[in-house]
């Protein structure tokens, strides 16, 4: 088990996660997939956490959420007990399913360069023809640790060059999370 998954297999994190609360939640990024993406669409939600944009997305979607933790998992079921979840990590997507949209925020920050290709790979084939993706990621080029866990940001040109081979980019865009600027998400349909 890498330390990512067990920092979130912990309760004690997953609670103090549950409690973070910025400012900007999802909304966001969910009102961006809307322009793409018709209400009713059966979306996968990539590491869900304590499901606040599982609930949003829930409002227009048909939303399977999944997370490789446990205790996320548990504590969703808890509040939603009719949600359809998954223990699924978000490096290899191990599903039969098929979706129309992928989305994830802020989840994908803690893989390496070659951990992100591997997924965008998968994720490009448990997609419907022309699918959708779309995730968030802190803006910039640096990588820290905090304890378990690695943060790895992003920019456009990297993100650009991870999915020119498999996706069309319809939408890249920083915006703010904490503060101006400090994160970036893209919508991509697959080819």
Same mark, same amino acid.
């Given at each position: ?21 910025? $400012?900007?939640? &999802?909304?966001?990024?969910?009102? #961006?997939?809307? !322009? =793409? ?7 996968? +939600? *990539? ?14 979607? $048909?939303?399977? &959420?999944?997370?490789?933790?446990? #205790?996320?998992? !548990? =504590? ?7 949600? +359809? *979840? ?106």
């Amino acid at each position: 088990m890498s330390t990512e998954h067990a920092y979130y297999e912990d309760p004690r994190n997953v609670a103090g996660y549950s409690q973070f609360n910025p $400012e900007h939640d &999802g909304t966001l990024l969910v009102d #961006a997939l809307q !322009a =793409y993406l018709d209400p009713g669409a059966t979306v996968l +939600e *990539l590491g869900m956490g304590p499901g606040k944009d599982f609930e949003l997305l829930s409002e227009r979607y $048909e939303v399977v &959420g999944s997370d490789f933790s446990n #205790a996320f998992l !548990a =504590y969703v079921r808890d509040r939603h007990p009719q949600a +359809e *979840l998954m223990l699924l990590d978000a490096l290899t997507v191990e599903t039969e399913r098929k979706f129309d949209a992928i989305f994830s925020n802020k989840v994908l920050v803690h893989m390496s360069e070659d951990e992100l290709s591997q997924s965008f790979a998968r994720q490009h084939e448990v997609l419907n023809e022309h699918g959708l993706m779309l995730h968030s990621f802190w803006y910039g080029e640096e990588e820290k640790s905090f304890g378990a866990l690695t943060l790895r940001r992003r920019n456009e040109a990297h993100l650009k060059r991870m999915l020119e081979a498999r996706f069309d980019i319809l939408l890249m865009k920083r915006h703010a999370k904490m503060k101006v600027g400090d994160s970036i998400y893209f919508v991509a349909r697959a080819r």
